[in-house]
């Protein structure tokens, strides 16, 4: 009779709707020879928020200082452009707007939108009494994340359904370390290869913006991960979904989103208590 009111426990767990977090219950795996619940290849992730404008004149520098960052921790660091502020208003003979909705959120809130760009956070973390860092203080800053053992690991599987424009992202957090219930996670759209004006030295109509972000799946500071004590060795599940709006899907607008050059984002963040970000991965979206 255990047995049976067991089985149809589980099956009605599994029926949960869509976005709904599941949980596994304990016991938890754990590493047989240390003892450890953190499998040894786990590394921290570590996100450059770089905050710009294509009329800003410093901003391809900061952009080429991202890029070797990347390129030196490809597995470790993730890159987001964020568009803000008068540098990123559009003009009569630059029209196209980079600017969102959740960007502006996000600015605003980091008070990058009225800073002098470009400027940046790792990781979100304070170092002074700001967040706010210039380009040449982020490789700096990214090293000192570099060696950091973080307390969870987050895996995301994020597909496109090209008939109904739709984006469905399989989460998966696993945690190594007992853990505050104030985390959330984020889910960032971002898109690669837009080709339009930057300002620079020199000012080019063909530049190649990357890591530009375009919409955020969850509510732009996250989505609640548990409601109680995170313990060491729980994992939630949890699926999340996107329809792509018309003027975004449809070939031929302006602001056409290309399904092959998107990016997911996923961000887990210490809700209201610091904010920064605890790890970061990233994924192209897969077209199915």
Known sequence: MFRFKYI?????????????????????????????????????????????????????????????????YPDQVVILSIHVGSFAEPTKDHPYDFRTSV???????????????????????????????QRFDWESEVEKLINYVPAMKIKISPK?????????????????????????????????????????????????????LRASITNP????????????GAIFKRQFKYIIPPEHSTKGLMYYWRPEKLNIIAIIHDYEASYNVLNVTEKALIID
Request: hydrophobic content about 35%; aromatic content about 8%.
């Open 221 to 232: 500071w996250g989505e609640i991960i548990s409601n109680q004590e995170i313990k060491q």
């Open 8 to 72: 149809a426990f589980i099956l009605t767990m599994i029926t949960i709707a869509l976005n709904s977090c599941d949980v596994i219950e304990p016991p938890y795996r754990k590493d047989s020879q240390s003892g450890n619940s953190q499998p040894k290849e786990i590394k921290q992730g570590i996100l450059i928020e770089d905050f710009t404008g294509h009329t800003c004149v410093n901003c391809p520098d900061a952009h080429r200082i991202a890029k070797s960052i990347y390129d030196k």
């Open 160 to 212: 496109f359904n090209a008939e109904i424009n739709e984006i469905t992202v399989d989460t998966e957090v696993e945690y190594f370390r007992n853990s505050p219930p104030n985390h959330r996670l984020i889910l960032f759209i971002a898109e690669d290869s837009i080709v339009s004006f930057q300002k620079g030295k020199p000012d080019k109509e063909d530049y190649v913006h990357n890591h530009v």
């Open 103 to 133: 960007g502006n959120t996000i600015g605003d809130f980091f008070n990058a939108t009225n800073a002098p760009l470009p400027v940046g956070m790792i990781n979100r973390i304070m170092k002074g009494n700001t967040r706010l860092i």
